[in-house]
Each structure stands twice: as C-alpha cells, then as structure tokens.
C-alpha cells in the first residue's frame, strides 16, 4: 500500500539555523499539507498546498516558513530561522480528490528539536 | 475551534466492540465526518468517513444518526494495538482538518 514518507525522522539544530524537512507524497495525490504537533498539544493544521502553489495557510505559517514543491515527487517545508517554539513533530499529509472529497494521508512525521 | 465533543478518554476490553461517541451538533449540510486515530506520537491515521449514510470498512463501521447531529465509530474486536486517540473531524469535503482533543482510548486485555 503506497505510503507518505518523510526525512529525517529526527532532526537536532541550532536556535537561527535553517532546517528543511523534506515530504514524499502518494504518487499521483493532487493535495498536500504540512501539520505540527507541539508536545503535549493538538495536531495543528500549517498550510496546504495545491497545483504548485498556497492554497491555505494558518497563522502559524509566518514568513519564516516556506514549502516548495521542486521536482515531481518531493514537497518540503523550509524554516529559515528556526526558534526554541518550533520544536515539535512536522507531520505532511497527501490527499487525492475523489468527487468532492478528499482524504488525507500522512506520514510518519519528522521530530524537529531546536537547541 | 474543533465543531465536535469527545469523551476525553474510554476503556474497552480486547476482543470486544469499541464504540466511540462524537458530538457535531451544529455540522453543516455540506460537511462530512472524519474519523482519525493517533497511536503515540505516530502521524494520524485515516479510519473512515461518511455524509450522511453509514459506512463500514476494514477498519471499522460509522454510524451517523439521521438529524446528522452525532455519529459513533465502532471498531467491532478492539485490539491491544487499537489503543490511540482517536480525532472525530467535520469538515467539508476539501479543507484542512482541524483536530481537537480526541479520545484517548485504552485497551485492556
């Protein structure tokens, strides 16, 4: 069964370090996202991603935050300046659209830890 | 904010039928429930969802009552490994999901 896999699994860096968690979605899924689980917290919807360009983006998403389709299989999420508060589980999720649905898949999630 | 209220939490017994309650009162006609399960801190996992009729997979079964006001996810032979939080979500068909608090479900042997 196709799956949504993501790297690394774990990622450690410096408070100001760029980071790019990278996302490969279910081929041929029209639909991707980004969500975030702080410890403890809520999953939190980031942004959403449709026909190579935004098509949502929570308050969270600020200009730090940027997300990237480059080639036909990968989708990242870039933090330019990373902060103590963005440590946290990154999940990406893919979705196809069948008639007016769409369902959401997800991935294992990278564990971001910022030092 | 999460339109639905969960039990925080419930207990089943291996072997026996989980059933778990969701209220969305105020759900929208165009707005289907979503049902997904965390195990640990694992990405959510897709279980099931409907419109309006029940549904029934491999996973589980959907139950919506006919005012559409609340639904119950049944997982029929509850599993050590079906020990998660599960997330009831209504939304329409294409929108991000926002997650509430769940159910924190344990299974006991």
Redesign the interface.
Known sequence: EPE?TQTPSHQVTQMGQEVILRCVPISNHL?F?W?R?ILGQ????LV?FYNNEIS?K?EIFDDQFSVERPDGSNFTLKIRSTKLEDSA?Y?C?SSP?V???????????T?LTVL | DAKTTQPPSMDCAEGRAANLPCNHSTISGNE?V?WYR?IH??????II?GLKNNETNEMASLIITEDRKSSTLILPHATLRDTAVY?CIVRP??D??????GTRLQVFP
């Open positions: 949504v639909y996202y969500y689980q809520k999953v939190e919807f959403s949502e929570s589980m999940f999720a659209l008639g007016f649905t769409d369902t959401q898949y997800f991935g294992p999630g564990r | 289907y979503y965390q801190s694992q990405g959510p996992q897709y969802h997330y068909g294409t991000k999901l926002i997650f509430g608090t």
